[in-house]
């Protein structure tokens, strides 16, 4: 083994983001110690079967296996109820639990634990954890900080969306056939999911500024009264009497501006957390999860590509932190019944006025340099961006598109585009008519 692969990672937070970078890097062959602490309440998640196949490509099996079947889901938003798809529902403890299972079964080293603290040295990061055991230090060269939203901020540029407040209550009753619901208000918007057991678990979101909450002990009733008002509620908590300790996550939307070093990373809601609206937020952990090995490895292993890999890391996050940000921004507009309430008002324009699609003209595509993936490492490459993809499209069916777009401008106007692509694409020249229709589509020519 090389010195780097020697090197110790410490990837802080088990979650699906800490969880997935763990795997890659054991992929890559890296030596990985992963710490965490359970969360201390059972949440429940609403996923899609495309995040069940990026927790598959992830390499989660046991996680995935306390995964229920799809659960039917019927949405009432601006005065129309449709229940047009289905989700898995994610019971946080079981789920998180299988992530465990999944570090071991593949050789990371788990310390279990609550990290109390963590300096860097001149001879690497030194973390403290609290273990059943007692107090341990823990020594690493490279830190993941994948501790989710819990994960210190301090000293970092961080962007903050509309403060916003989720207000969790499981309800028991007699068990009725799993499904789950949203539904607008006034005040924000309430998720509900029945799991086969009778559990029901309610989720009510609301602005903090404006929300006027009453002092704690009143909130139960407060929030209570507020879920009962609702239609979509009924089937939930008919026969059905709250349970535990009602508890308070924050779902303020937050990016975090510097989310790499030379050292470090930070992935999943510790780079960049969202809205629960978007009902993405374990997708985007994993996306940002899935793009960190290739950059740890990068700056591990050539240090001299060490600003392309940061670069590339900082410019991802931030892309799919404001594409799901307008994706919500787009979804609160849609709410017209209650647009003039101050929830939906600081939800509607935020983050920008930017659409969510361009409309792409050739004049506005351009051929440039930017970072990318290749064998587990980053480098930079000619791709081509448009007002839709800052980022650039480099491939297609393996294929580098920035010659191809060269090929067609440089032509005469009176070659045929055909011609021009097949004479670009060698031995590949087949695959020219299918080609110039995608590009066609994508509005490049
Ligand atoms: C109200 C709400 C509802 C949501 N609903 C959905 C949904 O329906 N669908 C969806 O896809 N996403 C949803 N999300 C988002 C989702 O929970 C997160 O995006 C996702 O869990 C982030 O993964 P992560 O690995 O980055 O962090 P986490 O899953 O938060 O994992 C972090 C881990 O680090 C551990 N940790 C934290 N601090 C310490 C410490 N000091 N010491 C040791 N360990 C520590 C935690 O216990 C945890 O195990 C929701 C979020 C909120 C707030």
Known sequence: MDASRARKILVLGAGPAGGAVALGLRRLGYSVCVVSEPRPFSAVEGISERVVEGLRNAGFEAALKTLPAPTPRRVHWNGVTSAANAERLVIRTEFDQGILVDLERNGVELVQGRICGSSR??????????????????????????????????????????????????????????????????????????????????????????????????????????????????????????????????????LCREPVGDDWIRVGDAAMAVDPLSGNGIFQSLSSAMQAPAVINTLLQQPQRARLARAFHKARIEELFFRFARIGRDFYAQEAAFASEPFWQRRRDWPDQIPMHRTVKPQDVSIARRPVVENDLIRDAEVVVTPDQPLGVWHLQGLPLAPLLRALRNGTPGDHPEHLLAAALGDKKALAPQLLTWIRRQGWI
Request: with cysteine; charged share 20%.
């Open 121 to 254: 040295g001149d001879d690497g990061y030194r973390v403290d954890v609290e273990t059943t055991d007692g107090a341990r230090t823990l020594h690493a060269g490279f830190l993941v900080e994948a501790r989710g939203r819990a994960a210190p901020g301090t000293g970092l540029e961080r962007l903050r969306g509309p403060e916003t407040l989720s207000l969790l209550q499981y309800w028991s009753g007699p068990a009725i056939t799993p499904r789950t619901a949203v539904q607008s208000c006034a005040d924000g918007w309430a998720w509900m999911a029945a799991t086969a057991d009778g559990r029901r678990y309610l989720q009510l979101t609301v602005d903090v500024a404006s929300a006027g909450l009453p002092p704690k002990e009143q909130l139960v009733e407060h929030c209570n009264s507020r879920l009962r008002a609702l239609e979509m509620a009924a089937p939930f908590i008919d026969g059905a009497e709250p349970t535990g300790e009602l508890h308070a996550r924050t779902s303020t939307p937050i």
